[in-house]
């Protein structure tokens, strides 16, 4: 059966099919499952992650950051296939390869060394909104990042180029927050360490 088939099947049910009144779920080649099996924990991180692009690109106004947005949203779709596909016999669902992970760090590789100042120190998320947004991106990335270490914890036959790629995305989103600022000449700003004294190393009682 062919991706569009599963597809096409899964939309012919009911948007309520009250299987998860019960607190179950169930998705391609897994059957029932617990709503807080570690599948669906990673599942839910990268639908949010998906929807705070969502929310990015509505006030991204840079069309080479869209672009790169909507191709992101989409491998986050391939991405969660492939997840929901580690329990089938035959790969039949979209997944994630190194041809992902080499697009990505050519843009990171592109941003990094033509398009963005030297990095020296940490710096504070926010700026425009879209960087801003784009920061929160980041964040949430990490978040899911986190879920899909736990889950390949659970099932080792995870796709190991799905850690990659998020792990890589992470990056690459942190790239397009410090364009999108720069953009606007938006200065970054360093954090601000209160109460530190670099020279005194002794440990303070608090």
Do not use: W
Not at 7 to 22: F, H, M, N, R, W
Not at 62 to 80: A, P, S, T, V, Y
Not at 182 to 191: I, L
Request: proline share 2%.
């Amino acid at each position: 059966m062919c991706v569009d088939q599963l597809v096409e099947d899964a939309l012919k049910l009911s948007l309520y099919t009250k299987i998860g009144d019960q607190g179950k779920t169930t998705f391609f080649g897994c059957g029932l499952v617990s709503k807080d099996d570690a599948r669906i924990h990673a599942m839910g991180a990268l639908d949010e992650l998906n929807s705070v692009i969502g929310l990015t690109l509505c006030f991204v106004e840079d069309e080479k950051i869209k672009e790169l947005l909507l191709k992101i949203q989409n491998d986050l779709f391939q991405l969660g296939a492939d997840i929901a596909g580690t329990d089938m016999q035959t790969k039949k669902l979209p997944f994630i390869h190194d041809q992902h992970i080499k697009e990505l760090e050519g843009l990171i590789d592109d941003f990094h060394n033509n398009k963005l100042r030297e990095l020296k120190s940490f710096i504070l998320p926010g700026g425009t909104l879209s960087g801003a947004l784009l920061h929160l991106s980041r964040a949430v990335t990490r978040r899911a990042e986190r879920d899909l270490v736990t889950l390949k914890k659970v099932v080792p036959h995870l796709n190991q180029e799905t850690l990659i790629y998020v792990n890589r995305l992470s990056d690459f989103l942190f790239c397009l927050a410090r364009y999108a600022n720069k953009d606007y000449d938006v200065k970054e700003q360093e954090p601000i360490y209160k109460y530190f004294e670099p020279n005194n190393t002794e440990a303070k009682n608090i």
